[in-house]
């Protein structure tokens, strides 16, 4: 039988056939455990700035809508 119609037999009756080549598994993916932090660092999982944003304070208080001294006051 020639190759060609050997693989079209094959492909036909084959239960490992598939119509489209499936994904590849992305990089690290079949690692077991945690990874270090370093590693994390290089593999760019965690970025760390030199210079972090300062957070700003509020300029008023929060109000708390449901104060439990407002209560007691009222009654």
Known sequence: ??????????????????????????ENFWEVGFPSTQTCIER?????????EVRLRRRQPLNALF????NKEEK
């Open 1 to 26: 039988m020639p190759e060609e119609e050997k693989q079209k037999k094959l492909s036909a009756c084959s239960r490992h056939r598939f119509l489209y080549v499936p994904p590849c598994t992305p």
């Open 44 to 52: 760019g999982y965690i970025k760390e700035e030199k210079n972090p």
């Open 67 to 70: 104060s439990p001294k407002r």
